[in-house]
């Protein structure tokens, strides 16, 4: 099962208003209710802004994202009229060409599930570093956001989330939360997957240990395109917990080296 969610609000008043008086609000939830997880999904938590921004001061790439756009030919689709009328140029024609520029869009997919062993501390290291490289990336051109939460489903075997994110321009309140807290996925993704579908706590039935197997299961589903980054779930020993400035600078490598394969 599949469900798509607009912007974050809507994810947030609905999987808010799932409530279970049983539920904890201990460390493995980030010390938070799922009240108040909800609440924060709505109005947001940028205290941990300037940790990004001092990750970002260690970042030293500029990328370039391929598109395709219409370009002056000597052969093509379809010609300019009043070009060849004038004859002042052969390329009076137009066809698509891959190019890039700094107004290229940025996709990246990001799932915000964790491993049950994942402390909340380390759960904010990730998403401190994810927010820097979002920020970095947005800095040069617009990037479009979409959270996920990846988790096993009653109807067929998986419970997909997606979660479009306002990033045009980016809200940093909203998205800080839901990036850097344990208790975004624990107890608003999972309670609200347990609702749909039944979730039972385990991971999807085809996740198996995640990684590149995973994610080519789940690129077709989301529609994703080849150049769309896809961060998974976060597990312990993750790159973006363990080796933060390195772990974005990979990323933005993917994408120059993307550009020079496909010039």
Known sequence: MLIRFDSLGDFARRAGAVLSPSWSSGSWYGDISHARAGELALSGDDSLVPQAETLLEQLDAAIDITHSTWQPSVYGAYPIVPEFLAGASPDYMRRRQVCSDDVSPITIYVSTTCSASLEADAMLKRGVAILALVLKLQAMRPVKLILLAETHGRSNGECLQAIEINSQPLDLATICFALT???????????LARELDGFNGSWPNQYGDG???????????LDMQPQDLYIGAARSWDEAITNPVPWVNAQIEHFRNLNEREN
């Open 211 to 221: 990684g590149a197997r995973w994610e080519a299961h789940i690129r077709p589903i």
């Open 181 to 191: 807290h344990v208790g975004f996925a624990r107890h608003l993704t999972y309670s």
